[in-house]
């Protein structure tokens, strides 16, 4: 075996070369209205078994040609092109999309159906219509272009998590993001240790499409998983025809944006003398040359050397990202499709230090066995990744907070620190840039994603097929925290000579092993027919998936004497260890019934067990049914030019959703005990064990879908074409972790069943084609989105309290709350009073029930969340020039604006057990209003400091030219671009940023502006 | 074709097996937690670890350090009980004031504003409804195993779990009556009253006392902490209950002060100090260890946050953190006359140096004296500065008997006389080095305030100052009672705390206090 591998791998290096020794008819197959090329398109000459299909980058090389021949040029979706051979060395065709036929495959779970047949609220983005530019991760290809698909990253990291909300979100505190399935294996929800997004491990240039299941009709196939709508990842695969080689590469840099309006150091000198003139003297840092000491009755600052930092400039670069790709696509043996690739992304971010590196390779092969009636598919996907984490959230609030005085570096190249005491302590905030540049915590993944499928159709029965998939989705981290000689955070008192020391070395490490499994077995029915049924397909199977989780973690602590680092022994778990697993089994039936062509039934059934529910509860049972009617094909619409589709489609079905393991763990109906850690002990010389909280009788959460659609395409070459649906979503049974009877439980709250949500919204996709010619083309793409989520019933409660977001004042304050009538994470807070300058009046807020006392019964609901979202994006091909550009953004929705919050008072310098100045937000330009002096008592929960979110992002601008035949005619293709990702910004919001998942700007990671150059060759 | 037939054979057999459930599957086991049975067997001293860390409760917020916490809130620090102590029965007194804020504490600082979704209320509510399910549900447990010392360990849980329905009984008048024997139902129980609590802990704790030692570990029940518990129920029964109990108070009190083996401390500071568990006074101490035994609501709580070094040097108190927040007002430093002149050693534990005698601005860390009664350093060895304190809370000490005595007999109770009440209160005067008083100046007004000048920041204040009528109304007044910068009425009502609105929802039959 090891031997065929071998072999396999030699000849696939030897592929390049065995290339370039042939010589036929070549050219290069496009879209008409893109300029992006046609990967798999077939080439023949008409008449004959003679042909082939184009690469990745829509080039193709044909033997055997005679003048004469007629060559026809095909591709599903496409309208066919005969071109008759003259005796021409290149022949570059530019098909139009025909969208009338209507054939694109589309990717469905355990199996495919076409754009034609589909029933559901399916939407498919492909590689023409993705997000272009400086693209790191998969999920930036995708955002803003399908309606009500909602994809917010957290931030400018360069593994940003991606929080993708489908249609809003299904439950309220389980799982809400969609599943994910890569080449038929479901992806875990849970992110290798080290990783803030599970899409990081894909490289961006081998997806082929994204498939998104929007109602339940469609996603009810994978049951149990499918509340949040279903996301299938369809990565490239080998072509039937020549060998076709790609290279792209591309280089992006960085800038900020907006950064957060801090005070400079000659205004923040003058707010100190105007606000706190006993202050002048903690300025800057001491003059050795001079005793003197600030009067602050002069103007100048006695005594003292003012430096001007700008300390979120301090912790910022110029970003560099390069991407390099190489791919590899052919038909080994004329039998062995195969495409093969590798990528090398160098991701520096934004804040310095904050350093990613991903290496991609990727192995796909579709041969065919038995005269074709065995299909074998094998995919695999490796990764390795090695990110330096850093201290994110303390750099970039030591950034804002930093005295803009304070220099950087002492006149001998050390840190600046303010210190206090006699011993060295160091004091206030510490310096941002010795918390990047002295910890360095490498993360590395190695992650490995392969299945292989095998699809035999039955000889005695071919309509029948068999399908096994096997994957398996494991990943390895490795995580290794230390300090480097003057890091501030491991600098701690020694009680036995009373003075601060360096602590560098280990400060952490953790190795985890993830193990998951999927394991697809099914029979597939499928059989047109004549008659008023003209077509049954059926699938009916069974499937198993595990997630494994198994961890170990080095915890060190400072020994309280000595200061020195010490491992912290934990007695009860010498290794903290870690361990989960959970799986999920289930059985599945589907049947499509269309009758006299035009009328098309699915049903489909899941069978769900989950472990993380008690046997008696575990199984749940996810119907679904749709209709859909293709009105173009009665006869009074049959031979219109207008119309040339036009189809209903209603849905309906249930899914269900079980992963509650963020908030009750994966053992959430056993009673079990759990050791204490080593500083959680009591009783001295006893280990202690807590009885964990548990709940028996948890049972599945099922959400119903409703959905009408019409999907329609107009005028000659649809011209306009697009879809329109209407949904409900009706969630029951929520899995809340909420109170509970006082004392009946063994905790205060705990995960439950109670309460039901529900989810209304209309969508609409239109694509708009003004100009098609030759030469030039003009498209227009957009969506709208429409979400509107109510908590409809909370058992008895009238609200709770989500814990994850929180205010960030001293103990943390909770704003948001989830409260029957109103939506989801809606902000519960007091009505600002305004002076009639319009300036608020601090503490003053509005008596709404009029009671005469201002108490908590005199907040109010505010939704945060936007309920309108947009996505547009626009193509231009003049010949061989292509410029493009895509926006998205949103309508309404609120933020949350907690830098003004946290730096908008004017007290705010003033040390608190420190001898150190906070800086403060611009009050002279009205960045915040020198009214407030403090955000004591109510103040933070007052919605003067919520703002509209409503935001216009221009995703990216790329303009780019092809030169074609550059090795020689009809042969290579280079394509060069430049492009400008987060081009810019259109918002009222004061803040930095107001796309904000959790709709609290807090501590923000800016996203960068990007301008990239690139080049794609193909050859 | 033949081969082909074989291998379609082979291929549906093989379906047929993939087919095959993989139901067993489903049955996941942890690796880390563990059952009853696998945790009895992993650690002989299992029992006593359960058992450590319902002890534990009390003073941690939970077991997997300071940021962890046994019960949900906004802030997992705010949850331990031990702060809910301080903040509900100090900061809402005469005594003690606080200057965060922090959602909610203003209106207790301020005794103003009360209303049921304080999370300040909530957070004892669930607490003491944390401990009783726990406690129950470890006593049901270990009923069904073999352990040894299990009368002795299931009655002490038994006692915590009393401690925690005293707490109910005290703060807010009534709640859930949870019993071993109701333990388990899911539909919500019918609501207790405050009579129907009372007679249910003296029950228990009177059962206890013929069961427990009368001596154990540090830091664990004996006799004589049951016996505390059980004097404070009785002593507080007209206000619980209706129904004056005071001689039965003082039996107990006599029993803790004859049977109980402590003895006063030869210097009232020792008792607050870092190595205060080598005490000789106290009766029931509450662990903290800088090491082992983290919370940001153990003395952690009342160290640090008595600390700031805007005004003061903190390692004088042993602390490396400190949390610029309670100051002590003229209602207790008051008492001690003039501060500079005052030969009472309990006067020389406040921190005048920057700060102002009246509390003009509870907001202001200046206003106030901060209370360095409790310190993070060592009363007899040297000590290093920590950011988790390692002083144990005395929750029950000797002197505290002493003055229950001295009441009980002052109340009219049988079983004591007024002389050894004297004798009592003029030991604890004496040991701090102020004047002796005689038999004339021993009244009830002059023991609230000898407890205000010995007691104050131990966690007992309110409780007194209601006992005492003093607490609601006008006819005693404090700095910011009522929000009002020189005291305020408040009405009757605030003798209780509004039964938390989370509480009142998950349990419909439950019902407000009057007045919320």
Known sequence: ?1019 | MKKISTKIILGLCTMALLFSSCSSELDTKPKVELSLENLLANDPNAVQGLLSKMYGTLALSGSKGPGSSDISGADPGETAYLRSIINLQEFTADGMKNRWGDDGLDQLTTTSRWDPNNKFFRYLYDRVYYIVPQTTNIIIALGKVDVENKEQIISELRFIRALAYYTMIDAFGKGVLVTNENYGTSTPLPEASRQELFDYVESELLDIEGKIGLTNEYGRANKSVVRMLLAKLYINAEVYTGTQRYSDALTNINKVIGEGGYTLATSFVSQFSGDNYTSTEIIFPLIADAVTSQSYGNTTYIVNGSCSTETMNINDFGTSDAWTGHRATKAWYGLFGDLETSTDDRAKLFWTEGHNYEMENYKTWTDGYPSVKFRNTNFSSPSISTPFSSTDFPMYRLADAYLMYAECVLRGATGGTSQQALDYVNAIRNRSHAATITSGELTLDFLLDERARELNFEGHRRTDLIRFGKFTGGSYLWPWKGNAVNGAAIPDTYKVFPIPSTALQSNPNLSQNSGY
């Open chain 1, 1 to 1019: 075996m090891k031997t065929i591998y071998t072999k396999l791998l030699l000849l696939l290096l030897l592929l390049p070369f065995t290339a370039l020794a042939q010589s036929t008819l070549k050219g290069n197959i496009s879209d008409a209205t893109s300029g992006q090329p046609i990967p798999g398109a077939n080439v023949i000459v008409e008449g004959t078994s003679n042909g082939t299909s184009t690469d990745m980058d829509g080039n193709f090389t044909l033997a055997n040609v005679k003048k004469g021949d007629r060559i026809v040029v095909s591709f599903i979706g496409y309208s066919n092109q005969v071109v008759e051979y003259t005796g021409q060395a290149t022949l570059n065709v530019a098909l139009q999309e025909d969208a009338t036929q209507l054939q694109e495959v589309v990717v469905i779970g355990y199996g495919t159906t076409t754009k034609k047949d589909a029933t559901g609220a399916v939407d498919v983005v492909s590689s023409k219509d993705f997000n272009k530019g400086a693209i790191a991760n998969a999920d930036q290809l995708l955002v803003g272009r399908s309606p009500g698909v909602r994809i917010t990253n957290a931030g400018g990291q360069p593994d940003a998590a991606p929080n993708i909300r489908i249609r809003g979100g299904s439950s309220l505190s389980a799982q809400n993001n969609p599943l994910i399935v890569i080449d038929g294996v479901p992806l875990d929800y849970v992110s290798p240790a080290g990783s803030g997004n599970p899409l990081a491990m894909l490289n961006p240039n081998d997806i082929e499409s994204f498939t998104i299941l929007k109602d339940a009709s469609a996603t009810a196939i994978y049951g149990s998983r499918a509340s949040n709508g279903v996301i299938l990842v369809t990565t490239k695969k080998g072509t039937s025809g020549k060998p076709q080689f790609s290279y792209s590469a591309n280089v992006a840099f960085g800038k900020v944006g907006k950064t957060v309006d801090m005070m400079d150091s000659k205004t923040f000198t003058k707010f100190i003398q105007e606000y706190h003139p006993d202050l002048t003297n903690m300025l800057g840092v001491d003059d050795p040359s001079n005793a003197l000491s600030d009067d602050p009755t002069t103007p100048e600052i006695e005594g003292r050397i003012l430096s001007n930092t700008n300390w979120q400039d301090a912790i910022m670069r110029t970003s560099i990202m390069t991407d390099n790709n190489f791919s590899a696509s052919g038909n080994l043996f004329k039998v062995l499709p195969i495409r093969a690739s590798v990528g090398y992304l160098k991701n520096e971010g934004l804040v310095k230090t904050s350093d990613y590196e991903r290496y991609t390779g990727s192995l796909k092969l579709t041969p065919s066995f038995l005269d074709d009636h065995l299909k074998v598919e094998l995919n695999a996907k490796g990764t390795q990744s090695k990110k330096n984490a850093i201290d994110e959230a303390s750099a970039i609030a030591g950034s804002l907070n930093m005295d803009p005085t304070k220099p950087i570096y002492n006149a001998d190249g050390s840190y600046a620190q303010v210190t206090s005491g006699t011993n060295g302590k160091l004091d206030g905030q510490y310096n941002p840039v010795n918390l990047l540049n002295e910890r360095r915590r490498p993360e590395e993944i190695k992650k490995l994603l392969a299945n292989l499928q095998l699809d035999y159709k039955m000889h005695f029965l071919p309509e029948l097929r068999a399908i096994v998939n096997m994957g398996v989705e494991a990943s390895r981290s490795n995580i290794t925290e230390t300090f480097s000689d003057k890091a501030f955070s491991a600098y701690q008192l020694d009680n036995t000579d009373n003075t601060y020391k360096y602590h560098p070395g280990k400060n952490y490490g953790e190795t985890q092993t993830i193990t998951n499994r999927t394991f697809d077995t099914y029979l597939a029915y499928t059989k047109n027919l004549t008659g008023f049924v003209t077509r049954v397909d059926a699938q009916a199977g069974h499937t198993y998936q595990d997630f494994k989780n198994d961890g170990y973690k080095d915890i060190y602590r400072y020994n309280s004497v000595t200061g020195e680092r010490e491992v912290a022994v934990n007695e009860q778990n010498p290794n903290n260890r870690y361990y989960t697993k959970a799986a999920i089994e289930s059985y599945f039936g589907r049947a499509n019934v269309d009758l006299a062509d035009k009328y098309l039934f699915t049903f489909t059934l899941r069978a769900d067990g989950s472990s993380l529910f008690r046997k008696d509860n575990r199984w749940g049972y996810f119907p679904g049914a749709a209709f859909a009617w293709r009105i173009n094909d009665e006869n009074f619409l049959k031979n219109s030019q207008v119309v040339n589709n036009l189809k209903l489609r209603l849905g309906y079905g249930q899914t269900g959703q079980q992963d509650i393991t963020s908030i009750a763990g994966y053992y959430p109906t056993s009673a079990l005990y759990e050791p204490g850690d080593p500083n959680g002990q009591y009783l001295p010389g006893y280990n202690t064990y807590s009885p964990k909280a548990f709940n028996d009788q948890l049972e599945w959460e099922v959400t119903t879908t409703y959905n009408v659609g019409l999907d329609f395409a107009f005028f000659k070459n649809d011209i306009l074409s697009g879809s329109v649906d209407v949904y409900k979503r009706d969630t029951d049974n929520l899995l809340v972790k909420a109170s509970v009877p006082s004392g009946q439980y063994l905790t205060n709250e705990i995960t439950q069943n109670i309460g039901s949500l529900t989810n209304k919204g209309v969508e609409i996709d239109l694509r708009l084609k003004p100009i098609t010619t030759d030469n030039f083309s003009w498209e227009v793409l957009g969506n709208l989105a429409y979400n509107i989520g109510e908590i409809t019933d909370l058992g008895n409660r009238s609200s709770f309290d989500p814990a994850e977001i929180k205010l960030p004042t001293s103990t943390g304050i909770t704003f948001i709350r989830q409260a029957v009538g109103q939506q989801p994470y809606a902000a519960y807070v007091f009505e600002q009073l305004y002076d009639s300058s319009g300036r608020p009046i601090v503490g003053a807020y509005k008596d709404r029930n009029g009671d005469g006392v201002i108490t908590n019964d005199d907040k109010y609901y505010t939704a945060m969340r936007p309920n309108w979202t947009f996505g547009f994006s626009t193509n231009f091909t003049y010949k061989n020039i292509d410029l493009s550009a895509s926006f998205h953004g949103q309508l309404d929705g609120q933020v949350y604006n907690a830098a003004k919050l946290q730096g908008g008072w004017t007290d705010r310098p003033v040390p608190n057990n420190s001898n150190s100045l906070n800086n403060v937000l611009d009050f002279y330009n009205g960045a915040a209003d020198p009214r407030f002096t403090n955000i004591q008592g109510n103040i933070p929960l007052s919605d003067y400091y919520i703002e509209n979110g409503a935001f216009l992002r221009c995703d990216n601008i790329t303009l780019g030219y092809r030169f074609n035949d550059v090795i020689k005619n009809g042969y290579g293709s280079i394509r060069l671009y430049a492009a400008v990702n987060n081009a810019f910004l259109v918002t009222n919001y004061s803040g930095q940023d107001p796309e904000n998942f959790n709709t609290l700007d807090s501590n923000f990671y800016p996203r960068p502006r990007q301008w990239s150059f690139g080049l794609n060759f193909d050859f």
